[in-house]
């Protein structure tokens, strides 16, 4: 195939100002072929940045690629999460929100993969998470299959989804669920919720069941219900599916969530869409700007197919119109009540990363047991004074070499009746640029067609910067184009390049 010389080139320090500019530069190697195998490229995790409720749970999903662009079936997925701080996420999709707010880039990870004639190809994506504070009910109130209609051809397979809504609009979490299928034609369904259409063409009513119970719960279930839609191969034929992507969005009034449309044919190749009009049925659900973004309204409530986006085709299709919905769910926010003493706080800025000479200005918040907000008046800090310093002005510096310090930093908290409590939070502290990875470090792509490059920059504690700028260019001498975004699109002119993409990495340092 293709012999890669992918690496961090020498580094480079130049003085300028009160600081310095440290650059390293990376290659890949690009092989321009006449025809490329339909082999799984890229795999897009959806939604591919999350905002969620400590607690809260959400389902991913995953769009895989060939390299030139077509849509492929039939893949499996493995996820995993890359920060265990951040939460957890099974092995189909369904994330769990840790318990300690903060922004997670690059958290979860999804490998696609594909077997062909016995081989197997991979693919990897990765989405970020920012857990926010929030509440987690424990009483089951009612329960929502997402999507709450599903549509499909004889045979084909879709995962189907449950979220328990407590009596206060959070999410109840520890769940037993068990899935039925209440009219047979309508098709079968396993015991992780995969439903398999059924042979019979029809629409099957609230077909679908699943009952909900908190795990070693000993009361009735809670019942939720979805519809089936089974089309026969000829009337699936020439047809074109549109899906919004995330499948169904939970959020508490007046947040956001980016949402995308996907339209396909039934055998998977994707449809191009000339323009997508977005459009919200239900005015309690919120509102959808022109280009897709969703505001969550303020009448907490369930909101089954609340959100429309319909897609005017291009390409075979052009003029043809094409529908989607989405489920929407609004929690309802807290409610406080008496105070009680304090039983946990939240550090802010809620991910404590800084540099080597950087400062950071701490706060705090203080809840009861019930997450009610508290008054606490002592906040005590403790950390290792060898590491790191807390002025008296709640300012967080540093000593310490970089890497990442677990709990290194405790907020004692002392009530008026004398209760102690105490929050501990982690510290990364970040260096300087030393090493680089480029993605991928080869790409095999037809003539004419693109491929994306990712630069990441690491220190030597081989944390991942976020204070490094990149520059992309093709050698001189090199064939075909490429973006400052590390988009490079081949020109016509088969063969092997070796180191062709060059990426340069910046990061400015104080002396």
């Known amino acids: 195939m293709l012999a890669a010389s992918c690496g961090s080139g020498p580094g480079i320090s130049g003085v300028f100002g009160s600081g310095r500019t440290i650059t390293l530069e990376a290659f890949a190697d690009v092989l321009v072929v006449e025809t490329v195998p339909v082999r799984v490229s890229q795999v897009q995790a959806i939604p591919g940045d999350l905002t969620i409720a400590r607690g809260g749970v959400a389902i991913f999903t995953a769009l895989t690629r060939d390299s030139q662009g077509r849509v492929l079936g039939g893949l499996r997925f493995e996820w995993r999460m890359r920060d265990q701080v951040a939460g957890s996420v099974s092995e189909s999709g369904v994330f769990t929100a840790g318990n300690v707010p903060g922004s997670y880039p690059d958290a979860i990870e999804v490998i696609a993969i594909q077997e062909v004639d016995g081989q197997e190809f991979t693919a990897v994506g990765r989405a ?213 003493v304090p039983g946990g706080a939240l550090v802010f800025p809620q991910t404590l990363r800084l540099s080597e000479s950087g400062i950071i200005r701490l706060s705090a918040l203080v809840f009861d047991d019930e997450g009610a907000p508290v008054s606490a008046p002592v906040l005590d800090w403790e950390y290792d004074s060898t590491l790191f310093a807390v002025d008296d002005r709640d300012r967080l510096t540093t000593q310490a070499a970089p890497g990442h310090y677990v709990d290194a930093l405790s907020l004692l908290i002392t009530a008026a009746d004398g209760t102690l409590s105490t929050v501990t939070r982690s510290i990364t502290v970040s260096g300087s640029l030393t090493r680089i990875e480029i993605t991928p470090k080869r790409a095999t792509l037809a003539a004419g067609n693109p491929v994306l490059f990712v630069a990441q920059a690491f220190d030597e504690a081989n944390t991942r910067l976020s204070d490094v700028s990149f520059r992309w260019s093709v050698v001189d001498g090199g064939s075909g184009s490429i973006t400052s975004g590390g988009l490079y699109i081949a020109e016509d002119d088969p063969g092997l390049s070796v180191g062709i993409v060059k990426v340069v990495a910046s990061q400015r340092v104080p002396d």
Do not use: C, H
């Not at 009337?235 to 959020?251: D, L, M």
């Open 128 to 340: 970020s998470v920012l857990v926010t504070t929030g509440f987690v009910d424990s009483v089951i109130k009612s329960v929502v299959v997402f999507p709450s209609t599903s549509t499909g051809r004889t045979g084909d397979f879709v995962p189907l989804r449950a979220a328990a809504i407590g009596n206060l609009g959070g999410l109840v979490q520890d769940l037993d669920l068990f899935w039925r299928v209440t009219n047979p034609d309508a098709g079968t369904i396993g015991a992780n919720g995969g439903f398999t259409f059924g042979d019979k063409p029809g629409t099957y009513p609230d077909a679908v069941e699943v009952q909900a119970r908190r795990l070693g719960g000993s009361g009735a279930p809670v019942v939720g219900r979805a519809s089936v839609q089974v089309l026969s191969q000829a009337e699936a034929s020439g047809q074109v599916r549109a899906f919004i992507g995330p499948t169904a969005a939970f959020g508490r009034p007046e947040g956001n969530t980016p949402l995308v449309l996907l339209t396909v044919d039934f055998n998977g190749r994707p449809v191009p869409s000339e323009s997508i009009a977005w459009e919200v049925l239900d005015p309690d659900a919120g509102t959808v700007s022109e280009f897709g973004v969703f505001t969550f309204g303020n009448t907490p409530g369930t909101y089954l197919g609340s959100v429309q986006a319909i897609a005017t085709l291009g390409g075979d299709f052009g003029g043809q119109t094409v529908a989607a919905v989405m489920d929407v769910v609004v929690q309802s926010t807290a409610v406080a009540g008496p105070q009680g």
